[in-house]
Every structure is written in C-alpha cells, then in structure tokens.
C-alpha cells in the first residue's frame, strides 16, 4: 500500500504565504500525475493545480500567478507553494498521486489526508 503525508498548513494572515508538502511511501515503481485539490466548508473539492511527471503544469484560474506546484520525483513529494494568499483560499487542502507499484503494473491514484488552511486578518 502507499500512505502519503501532508505538512505545511496553517493560519497566515492575507498576502501571507505558504508551503505544502506531500510525501509518499510504499512499494512504490513510479508515479505519475501529482496534484493539489482543495475542500471549502460547503463546497465541492475543486482542482487547484496539477503537474505531469514531465513537469507540465495546470492550474486553476483563481489561483493563477499565486500558486507554484512542483515536485521532487526522487523523494515521491509534490509541493505547492502558495503567497499573495486571500482569505477564499481558505479551505482543506489535499494533495493526489497517480502511483505505479512495484507490484501492480498501472498507476492507482491516493489521496492525502487534508491539511487546514486558514487565511485571515
């Protein structure tokens, strides 16, 4: 199995910034896609920003010139860095991984589980 770990949330004042990690472990071959999705009280998970294991990334339209994704494909982690943070940003933030394992020849997606994020004066 794979378990992926979230760090880095937190409460920032708006115009803060943050950084999120998400580190995966296991049985693992390779990994694909990796991606930040985000919850807010009442709403639906939405995407935030993704990245191919090639480097090609996607982002949400509100997010736009203030979110960076990035990942380190040696350590299984994907990272998003966040500034010029506002407070509609505020939500549960959950990172994704498409993994491949060593002993299943597709890729599986997994999700972490959640971290807080809080943008207010």
């Known amino acids: 199995q794979v378990q992926l770990v979230e760090s880095g949330g937190g409460l920032v004042q708006p115009g803060g910034s943050l950084r999120l990690s998400c580190a995966a472990s296991?049985?693992?071959?390779?990994?694909?896609?990796m991606g930040w999705y985000r919850q807010a009280p009442g709403k639906q998970r939405e995407l935030v920003a993704t990245?191919?294991?090639?480097?090609?990334?996607n982002y949400a339209n509100s997010v736009k010139g203030r979110f960076t994704i990035s990942r380190d494909n040696a350590k299984h982690t994907v990272y998003l860095q966040m500034n010029s943070l506002k407070p509609e940003d505020t939500a549960v933030y959950y990172c994704?991984?498409?993994?491949?394992?060593?002993?299943?020849?597709?890729?599986?997606?997994?999700w972490g589980q959640g971290t807080q994020v809080t943008v207010s004066p």
């Open positions: 990245i191919t294991r090639g480097g090609r990334t």
């Open positions: 296991g049985r693992i071959l390779s990994i694909d896609a």
């Open positions: 994704n991984q498409e993994v491949v394992l060593t002993t299943v020849p597709y890729p599986r997606n997994y």
